[in-house]
């Protein structure tokens, strides 16, 4: 590990153990995004993991930024999932958007001091992203005026640009598919109310309304024709990034586990003295290593041609791992597992929802067992046995 990447991991779980654990159930209470404590985070380095340095980012490759979320995860999953989209989002600015963005935003976006989030999902669209109404119609002067709408936006409302997906023509398919940021500032942009999200109160999530809002040229991020390719990268880095920030609400339900398990006295002993115990707790610490290897080795195989199969793997299991691990916790605890202060619930609720955002294990599901079918296509016949009377 090198030194910069062990300073920023270390500002990570910095950040996680003072700034959200001890907060984190205030900022539910409040329903309002924490935005000192993002600011805490631009200032120790947090909000511009990928971004080039001479924009003010750590210019740290994927494999490297990716395992900021696994400490920022012990802290809360749902902070760490929209910083990890404001990464991805200033990833997408610094790398590719005009000079004229650039100079405007980049530094803002690295340093945290405006955050940016990404629209794509539509209201009845889902995990069908070429099923799109948002329109872009572009004007004799370069401007572009948009009209439609975005559902599950992050920090709705709170960022101050949003990164979005819209369609410039009615063609079906994605080849006349673009990417342009909005600012929150633009006339006609709109957000409806905030979802209920008990357990993430403090994220505002929330449709996000485009009523004929006019956009520069100059903040195209992704010219027509690449925004649904760029799309599908944005995605598979947000899938490893949920992997990641899964395995620290992990070990933080492991830490709650062991912390209560090791004091609690039954049976003429500790609770942790038990085999029963250890087996349930092992079962969690082996399925933890386990998503660790397997989001790390994703990290590194983003940006090739095994990068969507190695994200999509990583997204199958880690959350599936974190419910299961969240569950199993729970159950350690017995009835006291179910009270607010011991923080379970709100990491089986978190685990829940990282399941579903950025394509559900069972789109992931889908893009393994594409793989599967091309790979069954390469690979010898083995015989089949006919059944009565088959011929063909």
Same mark, same amino acid.
């Given at each position: 590990?090198?030194?910069?990447?062990?300073?920023i991991l270390q500002a990570a779980h910095d950040h996680?153990?003072?700034?959200?654990?001890?907060?984190?159930?205030?900022?539910?209470?409040?329903?309002?995004?924490?935005?000192?404590?993002?600011?805490?985070?631009?200032?120790?380095?947090?909000?511009?993991?990928?971004?080039?340095?001479?924009?003010?980012?750590?210019?740290?490759?994927?494999?490297?930024?990716?395992?900021?979320?696994?400490?920022?995860?012990?802290?809360?999953?749902?902070?760490?999932?929209?910083?990890?989209?404001?990464?991805?989002?200033?990833?997408?600015?610094?790398?590719?958007?005009?000079?004229?963005?650039?100079?405007?935003?980049?530094?803002?976006?690295?340093?945290?001091?405006?955050?940016?989030?990404?629209?794509?999902?539509?209201?009845?669209?889902?995990?069908?992203?070429?099923?799109?109404?948002?329109?872009?119609?572009?004007?004799?002067?370069?401007?572009?005026?948009?009209?439609?709408?975005?559902?599950?936006?992050?920090?709705?409302?709170?960022?101050?640009?949003?990164?979005?997906v819209v369609k410039t023509s009615d063609a079906p398919?994605?080849?006349?598919?673009?990417?342009?940021?909005?600012? @929150?500032?633009?006339? #006609?942009?709109?957000? +409806? !109310? /905030?979802?209920?999200?008990?357990?993430?109160? $403090?994220? &505002?999530? %929330?449709?996000?309304?485009?009523?004929?809002?006019?956009?520069?040229?100059?903040?195209?991020?992704?010219?027509?024709?690449?925004?649904?390719?760029?799309?599908?990268?944005?995605?598979?880095?947000?899938?490893?990034?949920?992997?990641?920030?899964?395995?620290?609400?992990?070990?933080?339900?492991?830490?709650?586990?062991?912390?209560?398990?090791?004091?609690?006295?039954?049976?003429?002993?500790n609770n942790l003295d038990l085999d029963g115990i250890?087996?349930?707790?092992?079962?969690?610490?082996?399925?933890?290593?386990?998503?660790?290897?397997?989001?790390?080795?994703? @990290?590194?195989?983003? #940006?090739?041609?095994? +990068? !969507? /199969?190695?994200?999509?793997?990583?997204?199958? $299991?880690? &959350?599936? %791992?974190?419910?299961?691990?969240?569950?199993?916790?729970?159950?350690?605890?017995?009835?006291?597992?179910?009270?607010?202060?011991?923080?379970?619930?709100?990491?089986?609720?978190?685990?829940?929802?990282?399941?579903?955002?950025?394509?559900?294990?069972?789109?992931?599901?889908?893009?393994?067992?594409?793989?599967?079918?091309?790979?069954?296509?390469?690979?010898?016949?083995?015989?089949?046995?006919?059944?009565?009377?088959?011929?063909?």
């Amino acid at each position: 590990m090198s030194d910069k990447l062990a300073t920023i991991l270390q500002a990570a779980h910095d950040h996680a153990e003072q700034v959200i654990a001890p907060n984190v159930d205030a900022w539910n209470a409040a329903k309002k995004w924490p935005r000192d404590a993002s600011d805490k985070a631009g200032a120790a380095g947090l909000t511009g993991l990928y971004a080039p340095e001479e924009f003010g980012g750590q210019g740290l490759p994927l494999s490297e930024g990716i395992q900021v979320y696994e400490q920022l995860g012990q802290g809360d999953g749902a902070y760490a999932f929209a910083l990890s989209m404001h990464n991805i989002c200033t990833f997408a600015g610094c790398g590719y958007g005009t000079d004229v963005f650039k100079e405007k935003w980049a530094r803002d976006l690295t340093s945290g001091r405006k955050l940016a989030n990404f629209a794509l999902t539509e209201p009845q669209s889902g995990s069908d992203a070429t099923n799109m109404y948002s329109r872009a119609m572009i004007n004799d002067d370069g401007t572009w005026t948009i009209s439609g709408a975005k559902a599950w936006v992050s920090l709705a409302g709170e960022a101050d640009i949003y990164f979005t997906v819209v369609k410039t023509s009615d063609a079906p398919g994605h080849k006349d598919m673009a990417m342009v940021a909005i600012p @929150a500032d633009a006339p #006609g942009l709109s957000f +409806g !109310p /905030l979802y209920d999200t008990p357990s993430y109160n $403090f994220l &505002p999530l %929330a449709e996000m309304y485009m009523d004929k809002v006019v956009v520069s040229e100059d903040n195209i991020i992704l010219p027509i024709g690449q925004g649904l390719q760029g799309s599908l990268m944005a995605i598979d880095i947000a899938r490893v990034s949920i992997a990641s920030g899964c395995c620290g609400l992990m070990q933080a339900a492991l830490d709650t586990a062991l912390s209560y398990s090791k004091n609690r006295k039954m049976f003429g002993g500790n609770n942790l003295d038990l085999d029963g115990i250890q087996w349930m707790l092992g079962e969690v610490a082996t399925d933890l290593e386990a998503s660790k290897l397997l989001y790390r080795k994703a @990290a590194e195989s983003l #940006g090739t041609p095994e +990068g !969507p /199969l190695m994200a999509a793997h990583a997204k199958r $299991f880690v &959350p599936d %791992a974190a419910v299961k691990a969240a569950n199993i916790c729970t159950q350690v605890l017995g009835g006291m597992g179910l009270l607010q202060p011991y923080g379970l619930d709100r990491l089986s609720r978190l685990a829940q929802m990282l399941r579903i955002v950025d394509g559900t294990t069972e789109i992931s599901r889908v893009v393994i067992g594409r793989a599967l079918q091309k790979r069954a296509a390469t690979l010898p016949d083995l015989p089949v046995p006919k059944g009565f009377g088959e011929t063909g």
